[in-house]
């Protein structure tokens, strides 16, 4: 069994995928190719924005929005403190200072309440400005949006969704990727809508951000390349990468989306008796990047995971570490998130993907029901 099986999805769509690496190939048109602007409009018209930017990677995504917004040295932006490291790093990265907020025990998402906390401590020390929220879509679940938007609208906080594991997801008849003043999304292989190698993209409704973005990803061009006016980085989507994700977004939107689901109502049914199983709150949808139930603690965790592994089943930990106990935040002021603390011990990420079939669920949630 695979925790993601990407070979099985390849071979649903082989036809559609290699006759568009082919086209490329043919094409000779690897970087720019009329793909990407095709694929740009068709993501920002799936996601119900004016504006979609494909970059690099979902990494580069954030930090250009970051750019967009010249967040920079004494500036205060609040990130979740379980998510992945990228959340964060490209705070640091701009010279910013992050400020780990803990996250909601059902959810695992952004807790509204302890972010207003950290504004107000913030706001009190005085000695950085608070000036954005990055809010995850964590294994799919988008963020509380509702509360979380009041927040940053109190205190004039800049919004940005980073939804590189939520695209797919929604809330309130919204799609992920539109929740932000920028939204950002990943592309690489694992994730809900995966390419074959890194990419990404930044949405926005707002037109001069979005003339921004489009350049800085090359060089901070002017009007034309060798026009540059601004300090850039290099951060395209290849067309290799663009012709792939084409025939790959409609595998999403026609049955993928739906098969998660369905998966994850498999797993729910037959677990949620016995073990903490993934709370997807009123109103909200899942594009389930991954299905995490929540044990009691760490030796429990890691000996299903030991037990499950020696049945040939993979699963995951996602994530074994809270953010403001990474060594690279080391320099970083004090915060406690023990909400954080206590999922990165018990937390453990099941096989999920759309083509994982209702027998390989059945066969996992034997297995853990047994072992609980
Ligand atoms: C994967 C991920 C990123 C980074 O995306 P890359 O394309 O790997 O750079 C950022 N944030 C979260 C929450 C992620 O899961």
Not at 222 to 240: A, C, E, H, P, Q
Request: glycine fraction near 10%.
């Amino acid at each position: 069994m695979q925790f993601r099986d990407l070979k099985a999805q390849y071979a649903a769509l082989k036809t559609e995928i290699d006759a568009a690496m082919q086209q490329v190939a043919g094409d000779g048109n690897f970087i720019s190719g009329a793909q990407v602007a095709e694929l740009e409009e068709a993501l920002a018209e799936y996601v119900g924005v004016k504006h979609c930017v494909t970059c690099g990677n979902g990494t580069d995504a954030l930090t250009m929005a970051l750019m967009s917004w010249e967040i920079g040295p004494g500036d205060a932006v609040f990130v979740p403190d379980f998510t992945f490291f990228a959340s964060g790093e490209v705070v640091s990265f701009e010279g910013a200072t992050p400020i780990f907020v803990d996250v909601e025990a059902d959810t695992f998402n952004l807790d509204p309440v302890r972010l207003e906390e950290a504004v107000l401590a913030v706001k009190e020390e005085g000695k950085l400005t608070p000036r954005a929220v990055v809010a995850v879509d964590l294994f799919g679940l988008p963020a509380d949006y509702r509360s979380i938007r009041a927040v940053a609208r109190k205190y004039g906080l800049l919004l940005l969704e980073d939804g590189a594991q939520g695209f797919g997801g929604s809330l309130d008849g919204r799609r992920a990727c539109s929740f932000g003043d920028i939204s950002t999304t990943s592309f690489f292989p694992a994730k809900p809508l995966g390419c074959y190698g890194d990419g990404g993209a930044v949405f926005t409704d707002d037109e001069a951000t979005a003339d921004y973005l489009r350049s800085i990803r090359v060089h901070g061009k002017g009007s034309f390349k060798y026009d540059n006016v601004r300090i850039g980085m290099n951060s395209r989507l290849d067309t290799l990468q663009a012709a792939i994700l084409l025939p790959k977004l409609r595998a999403f939107r026609e049955y993928e989306l739906e098969a998660v689901n369905r998966a994850a109502g498999w797993y729910t049914e037959r677990l949620a008796d016995v073990v903490k199983t993934p709370v997807v709150p009123e109103g909200f949808g899942s594009s389930w990047a991954q299905y995490t139930i929540t044990l009691e603690s760490r030796e429990q965790r890691d000996g299903i995971q030991a037990a499950l592994k020696e049945q040939g089943i993979p699963t995951m930990v996602y994530y074994p570490k809270p953010m403001h106990a990474q060594t690279a935040f080391a320099g970083l002021p004090p915060v406690s998130c023990p909400v954080s603390d206590r999922l990165c011990g018990c937390v453990l990420s099941l096989p999920m993907h759309p083509y994982l079939g209702e027998g390989n669920v059945e066969f996992v949630c034997e297995a853990l029901r047994k072992l609980l």
